[in-house]
């Protein structure tokens, strides 16, 4: 997995955070063979954890994700076993005025080829890592 970076943290494989950290929130699988982080959708059945989300900053485009927001102890990590690297994505205040989440989980990239069909572009969007993002369908919500 790649390097983590100031934003973001890893969990035990269970979700659960080690002993070290204070974070508590375990997020429980809600669709057996759902999408994982980043991986379009048009609703919370199509995503292994219930979550499809519209963010302004990544693009107009629906994808499955799901919360971490619980500071250092947060985990995107990749749960297919398939090569991908997540990280969380959390904005502050002012960066989340008009996000309806503070902190969720995306696929980071080092180019678009790395990202999944409907996305166009691999950019930070907070912290210094690549994530994917859809700037193409930025003005279809």
Do not use: W
């Not at 080690?18 to 929130?25: F, G, K, N, R, V």
């Not at 629906?62 to 090569?83: I, L, M, N, V």
């Not at 069909?117 to 369908?137: F, H, K, L, M, Q």
């Amino acid at each position: 997995m790649a390097a983590l970076v100031l934003l973001t943290a890893g969990c035990a494989e269970t979700g659960q955070v080690e002993a070290s950290t204070s974070c508590d929130l375990i997020v429980d699988i809600e669709y057996p063979g759902g999408a994982l982080h980043g991986q379009p959708c048009t609703s919370a059945e199509d995503c292994l954890y219930g979550r499809c989300h519209l963010s302004p900053s990544v693009g107009g485009l629906k994808f499955c994700t799901k919360p971490c927001d619980c500071g250092p102890g947060s985990s995107c990590q990749d749960e297919d076993g398939a090569g991908r690297s997540y990280i969380c994505q959390r904005f502050s205040e002012v960066e989340s005025e008009l996000e309806t989440m503070s902190a969720f989980c995306t696929q980071a990239c080092d180019a678009v080829a790395d990202c999944p069909d409907g996305y166009d572009d691999c950019a930070v969007i907070t912290g210094s890592r690549r994530v994917c993002v859809a700037r193409a369908v930025e003005g279809n919500r």
